[in-house]
């Protein structure tokens, strides 16, 4: 003890040190909260991205059920339009069918079918039926047959026609 001055208590750290020492401590629990925070972010945006791959599925499925849906509306529209032109069409064939048909006959019975008209009623006398019914018919079908018997009660020649049209020879 030989010494002019007294001694100084001397910290095991130097003040720089504990300084680095500090920074580097404060710089390691910022980075693991960092860390924590982006471990988080990611695990609530996967979770997200998971509803929203399942919202995407439900929203899939329903385009999917709206464009059968869609096809099915379409098939309709077009079976409609199919039986409206094909009841314009009927309906034109009848009224066309009905001008052929002189004052002097009278339809008790028409039916039509897609090939075939089978007419039944009352004419004056055969000579009217075959001259003013007979033509147009024969003209429309490739084959009319007709069937006459008097009726007393009427006066009149009751007629039976059966008109078809042979696909072979359209």
């Known amino acids: 003890m030989y010494s002019f001055t007294t001694p100084r208590k001397k910290s095991l750290i ?4 504990w300084l680095w020492l500090s920074f580097i401590v404060i710089m390691l629990v ?9 471990k988080y972010q990611t695990s609530f945006y996967e ?4 509803g929203t791959k399942l919202t995407n599925s439900k929203y899939s499925s329903s385009v999917s059920n ?10 309709k529209k077009a079976l409609n339009n199919e039986v409206r032109s094909s009841n314009a069409l009927l309906k034109a064939s009848i009224k066309n069918l009905f001008d052929l048909v002189p004052d002097q006959i009278t339809l008790n019975e028409v039916v039509m079918k897609k090939d075939a008209l089978f007419i039944k009623g009352f004419t004056p006398t055969k000579d009217s039926y075959k001259l003013l019914l007979e033509p147009p018919l024969k003209s429309i079908f490739n084959e009319s047959k007709v ?4 009726n007393g009660r ?11 049209i042979n696909e072979l020879l359209k």
Request: cysteine-free.
């Open 14 to 17: 130097d003040k720089i040190t």
């Open 30 to 38: 910022a980075l693991s909260a960092f860390g924590f925070f982006l």
């Open 147 to 150: 069937t006459f018997s008097f």
């Open 66 to 75: 709206l464009d059968k849906e869609l096809k099915i509306v379409d098939m």
């Open 47 to 50: 979770e997200m991205l998971s």
């Open 154 to 164: 009427v006066g009149k020649y009751q007629f039976e026609s059966m008109n078809t």
